[in-house]
């Protein structure tokens, strides 16, 4: 299946980023959610209007004794399985269906289509903040700055150094636990230049309401000079090689 | 002491064992920590309502305290409680009994519970309570991450309030499978009982895990292991532990409230209930599925795709049994005659809110959706909406029933009034929630864009809150002054309660109810003389073990100081417990003659545990020595228990329960040890001691079996000779670990926090595991000591109930031994 969905990514010519496929996603469960809730209800309210007291007996309408032992209603069985089996299918279908697309988000968009600017970006949670380490070893905290791209993948290994966070990029629609002693991976394609908020989505502390950042998409022109500029001004690590040669 | 005070005096309601009064304590007690979580809940969204300011002090500390308190208040000290108020006082009259099977016990969960809520309640003075959410995630719940005393207090009150609640769980399964009426058979009994089953028996296997998880916390906060510590994988094993626990709570939460939808759907419609035994079945493969759905809260975590998949499928499957029971509610009311009174504009504004909740809960099972949902407000919109608007049901049937346990009649405009209003908050506050999901949880600065949301979800808070003081004034004044209430004052009501009067009398029945013939009769209790009762069930031969000790010429009690004195002693003891960390500075010294104890701090905290214990141990000794009695039914339907006597199926239940808190620590044990990869570690300790430790034990299994036959023979020279050979053995095993433990710290180094031959945290699990079972050996003997000073008086000759049901504890902890020690010593 995932193959399926790598050639129609190809086909298409783009990845498509995560923000997009979780607008499908989630605009698919809500039509159906909606759809089914104002069925169930109105059906609910329907018969609690049909069916109130008005002082005669329905037909077939046997009135319970104090004291029996209970038994239930036979006569509508069949109705009661007919809705428990259309709310199951439509269940289960609805779940399958997201599985599909759930591949294709935890792997990310397959290597073979590289660019240059993808690239790999160590993330660490702190109370109170991020901490973000670039291949080259130059470390910055609380923005992360990426290239952009068609089809710039960048890769996200988050953890923590203390208690639990959770990374999360409302406007990109990524997320992921960051856990002490663990290393989490999340990806994100960098197509659209901007400044998109980071916010901790865990309870870690004292400081959890404050704990946001940023995520600076650069043009690549404007991010090559930046990143040039970390490695030859502050970084004390030993020669690491071009961004290019990094792909 | 078994003679009841009026319910007007003070002192009834401290001595009182009687299902009914304790049902009341629960309801009033609860409807306290209800207004005490809903002002937290107030403040919070005063805080929220403009992101700029902050109203609660303390910088965060402050919110953060009131979004954890709220959470463990309403989760703990309100929801269940208060069904459980309900489940005291309706389970008997709904399936004939005189009273729950243990009725001191029962006592004693209530003072558990409320002194548990006590302790709560101080731990905000001592430095604040805990602030790490109720999930308590680690290491965030480490003294590292939240050093207060008030924090250690918090955990130590969820454990007292864990403790309340399995003696409850043991008490109301024996009482179900033991106390029901002739004729009526596990599938016959009313929907509400039915419901308290389920959530029973989801209690005694869910609460076991928590208790481990919080055992295990407690130690790693007062004696420093260091399980929780993130590095080994502490941060993945709490999430595991607490899930396995949290997921069937949030059911044992919502399932009094459905059985009380389910009587009251029936109640009002006129009809009986659609689908009766597909709704019982969904019933019981929900409490089944509840275990298995955990990973469903750990998504965003780093377990494998594998097992994510797995944990979505089974969360879909769990959500199929509610579907049937909302459409078997909704066709039940089909060609009814439905009225419209208070209990049912909750019931049926219940299931509305639930639908809506449940619909939303099938988008967080589907994990694409799980990652972008995790930790923003539509997880808390969706559980309020299932949780708080399931038990909407629970105010439903607070009116009720509000007739039946009172004898006066609520003003049904009133009622009408306070629906509306309520129906209306609710839906205000958290459906704006859903309207502004992208706010993280637990925060109080958020983006500019969901201000107006949450704004207009504060209005409704306060609208939500304020409806209550509408019921409470109602309550109020209809008690005082309202019109006297019939025996049944609901047509087409059929269950047992609604025909004894309002409020029914102290015993309950003056017959014995039957349904043997088909439907409720009072047929003459059986007399009974000389201690053996002609105990028939569908034509049994006599001789019945399960009736064999009802004493029929003597009265039941009803009244008994030692559940209440052993609640404010466990209180006084974990109060103490919560502090002597800090209190005390303890130097170890080069051996055990040097070690030096030093008072550090306030000597209130080992004063307090000092006091605690004694007074607990005094407690359970008059507990012991006291005469109470509480009779098993001469005749009722047992099945499957048929032929098992009342204490020793408790026993059973309860060593049951124990079994799970050892499974949930060996799991611990071998997932930290997996973890690290599990041919990484050598055995730490030598095998000699373990394997001479493994015989003794072995052998005081045979010496309380020993027992048991001198006590069937009558022999009392033979039961003291074996009584105390098992105690001999049990010091003698107590003897060589305190040699093995001094060894190990004094001449290997390997310590709570230290360990030579590997990582610490292997040392930790091997101390407090080994450690518990050792307390269990502890407590064993303190008993043991209690029935020999007993057998020495002449007890247990005729009676050898007490020996044979402490061989079976003590069995318990033999063969939990034979575990450990592989699993320690040999691999």
Known sequence: MIDLLVLQQQASGSWRTQSEVFSEIFLVFLAI???????????????????????????GFEAPQLGELPTGQDGKSKKLFLSFGLSAIIVISVVVYSYTLLLYVESGPSSEVETEGNMDVQVTGFQFGWQFEYPNGQTELNTLRVPAGENQVIRLQITSRDVMHNFGVTELRIKSDAIPGETSEEWFLADEPGSYTIECFELCGIGHSQMSGEIIVMEPDEFNEWYDGTYEGASSQTAAVETEAES | MSEL?????????????????????????????????????????????????????????????????????????????????FANYLVPLQIGADDLAFPRLNALSYWLYAFSGVLFGIS????????GGWTLYAPLNMPAYTPTIG???????????????????????????????????????PMFTWSILATVWMMLFAFATYLAALLILSSDRILGSTYFSATDGGALLWGHLFWFFGHPEVYIVLFPALGVMLEIF??????????????????????????????????????????????????????????????????????GRIRYKTPFLFAFGSLLLFILGGITGVFLGAIILDYQFRGTYWVVAHFHYVMFGGATALIGGAYYWFPKITGKMYDELLGKIHFAAFFIGFNVVYFSMFTAWETPRRVFEYQQSMVTSHQIGTVGAFVLGLSFFIMFYNFAKSYVAGPTAPDNPWEFARTAEWALSSPPPLENWDGRPSYASGHLEF?????????????????????????????????????SIWPFAAGLSTLALLLGLSGIAGSLAIDPGSSIAGVGVALEGSVIYPLFTVVGIVALLYSGVKWGLEDFYAPPAAVANRWPFDRIEKTKLGMWFFLASDVLVFG?????????????????????????????????????????????????????????????????LGLTFLSIKAWEWHHEIYDVGITLSQNPHGPPVQATIYYVTTGLHGLHVIIGLIVATFLLVRAYQGYYLDDHRPVEYFGLYWHFVDIVWVFLFPLFYLF
């Open chain 1, 33 to 59: 959610g909606t759809v089914v809730g104002v069925v169930v209800i109105a059906y609910t309210l329907y018969n609690g209007y049909r069916y109130r007291d008005t002082g005669e007996e329905p037909d």
């Open chain 2, 266 to 335: 029936q109640t009002f419609s006129g009809n009986r209930l659609v689908g009766r035994k597909w709704v019982t079945i969904a019933l019981v493969l929900i409490a089944i599925q509840s275990f298995l759905v955990w990973m469903h809260h750990m998504f965003l975590t780093t377990i494998n795709l594998e097992i994510k998949t797995l944990m979505m499928a089974t969360t879909i499957g769990i959500s199929l049994p509610f579907d049937l029971l909302v459409f078997a509610m909704i066709y039940t009311l089909a060609k």
């Open chain 2, 151 to 189: 924090s250690t207090g918090a955990v130590l009150a969820i454990a007292m309030f864990v403790a309340a609640v399995t003696a409850s769980t043991v008490n109301f399964l024996v009482t179900i499978h033991h106390s029901r009426a002739e004729g009526m058979g596990l599938m016959d009994m």
């Open chain 2, 523 to 559: 047929l003459e209790r059986e007399d009974t003389h000389g201690g053996h009762a002609a105990a028939t069930d569908g034509g049994h031969a006599t001789g019945n073990e399960a009736s064999d000790y009802v004493l029929g010429d003597k009265h039941a009690s009803h009244a």
């Open chain 2, 664 to 728: 949930a620590f060996i799991s611990a044990a071998v997932f930290i040890r997996v973890n690290a990869g599990w041919r990484s570690w050598e055995a730490l300790p030598a095998s000699l001691p373990g394997l001479i430790n493994t015989f003794v034990l072995l052998t005081s299994s045979f010496t309380v079996v020993l027992a048991l036959v001198a006590s069937r023979r009558r022999s009392r020279k033979g039961l003291m000779a074996s009584i105390g050979a098992t105690i001999l």
């Open chain 2, 5 to 85: 005070p009026p319910t007007s005096s003070l002192k009834r309601w401290l001595l009182t064992t009687n299902h009914k009064d304790v049902g009341i304590l629960y309801l009033f007690t609860a409807t306290f920590f209800l207004l005490f979580g809903g002002v937290l809940a107030l403040l919070l969204r005063i805080e929220l309502w403009d992101p700029a300011t902050a109203i609660i002090g303390g910088g965060g500390t402050g919110y953060n305290e009131t979004v954890t308190a709220h959470g463990l208040i309403m989760v703990f000290w309100f929801l269940s409680p208060f069904a459980f108020g």
């Open chain 2, 124 to 131: 905000f003075f001592q430095g604040g309570t805990m602030t």
